[in-house]
Each structure stands twice: as structure tokens, then as C-alpha cells.
């Protein structure tokens, strides 16, 4: 099998300081935040899912595993291996509602 003309290897991207800014904001603006570490994969990087009360989230690429849950306990969030306990349900009726409402 061949591959498409044009493409290269995939690359992926690190994290950077912006990431982390994202991250603080978010956490430091939201209650009940929890952590959801993502392992890395073939095609991302390590990343940490972070979900507020209402089931908002977001998701920014993160130095290791280590470094995430490093950053939750600084910031007295709750952290979870996602791999291993999965996503909570409120994060999926957040995103249902966003759909439902053209968000």
C-alpha cells in the first residue's frame, strides 16, 4: 500500500506555555473541575481533558503524564487516568445540548 501523495509521516505537535495558559484559565474559572489524563497514541500526544460542573470541557496537549497530574494537584483538581475510568456522563449531555442547540 502506497501513501497518498503529498503527505508526509504524521507530526505531532508539543505542548506549549500557551497550552498550559489555556488550562489555568479554564480551571481557574470553572467549579468542579476534574482532570481526565489521555495517554499518548499514535497519532496525539499526552494530553489532559479537563471538565467543569456543567460538563464543559477542553483538551490541550501536556509534557507527560506525569506533568498533568502534576498540574492537577497544583491546582486542587481531581485527576483521573482516562484510559482507566473513562469520561464522565456529564461531559457527553454537555456536548448533546451543544448539538441540539447549533452551538
Known amino acids: 500500500m502506497s ?29 468542579g473541575v476534574e ?3 489521555e495517554p499518548r497514541t499514535a497519532v496525539s500526544d499526552v494530553t489532559i481533558l479537563l471538565v467543569a460542573h456543567d460538563g464543559e470541557w477542553t ?28 469520561y464522565p456522563a456529564r461531559m457527553r449531555e454537555y456536548n448533546r445540548r451543544q448539538k441540539e442547540s447549533g452551538a
Open 3 to 31: 501513501r497518498p501523495r503529498g503527505r508526509g509521516p504524521t507530526t505531532v505537535r508539543a505542548s506549549s506555555s500557551a497550552d498550559e495558559k489555556h488550562l489555568e484559565e479554564f480551571a481557574g474559572s470553572r467549579r
Open 35 to 37: 482532570g481526565f489524563v
Open 59 to 86: 483538551r490541550r496537549r501536556v509534557p507527560s503524564v506525569e506533568w498533568a497530574h502534576r498540574f492537577a494537584n497544583r491546582h486542587g483538581i481531581p485527576s483521573y487516568d482516562a484510559a482507566v475510568v473513562g
